[in-house]
């Protein structure tokens, strides 16, 4: 399974990809598919205020109920609804489709201290 190198990753398997000062969360593969189907995902709404270290929000399948979490602060400028009706895109496309939030951070840098795809392979064991 390949872990985009494009990205900065969590051991809890949140991948965060920054584009200028925005930083737009989902799961990775490997999530998705220890999750099975996902049948719902709880989102903050735009304006929300997120924290890193602490959760943003919870992923239900058919085998397990998760929180999200997160590993940058600020606040929510993006929320991609479709899941709200279809989150199965998730495990269809966990990498494009099936990003959960945007946030905008006030330090961008901080991003990178997170995990690359490299160690989030090594601690995962994937």
């Known amino acids: 399974m390949s872990v ?10 949140e991948w965060h990809q920054l584009a200028g000062d925005v930083v737009t969360i989902g ?8 999750l099975t189907d996902i049948t719902f995902v709880q989102l903050p709404k ?8 602490k959760p943003f929000g ?10 999200l979490m997160c ?3 600020g606040q929510v400028v993006a929320v991609n609804d479709a899941l709200s009706t279809n989150p199965g895109m998730i495990n269809q496309d966990p990498y494009a489709g099936g990003w959960m939030i945007r946030v905008k ?22």
Do not use: F, M, N
């Open 27 to 34: 799961i990775t593969q490997h999530a998705a598919d220890e």
């Open 4 to 13: 985009p190198a494009d990205r900065r990753y969590l051991e809890s398997h």
């Open 58 to 67: 919870e992923i239900e399948s058919v085998k397990a109920t998760a929180d």
């Open 105 to 126: 951070v006030a330090d961008a840098a901080l991003v990178q201290k997170l995990l690359s795809a490299e160690d989030y392979e090594k601690k995962s064991g994937h």
């Open 46 to 53: 735009v304006g929300s205020a997120v924290a890193a270290g």
């Open 71 to 73: 590993g940058i602060s």
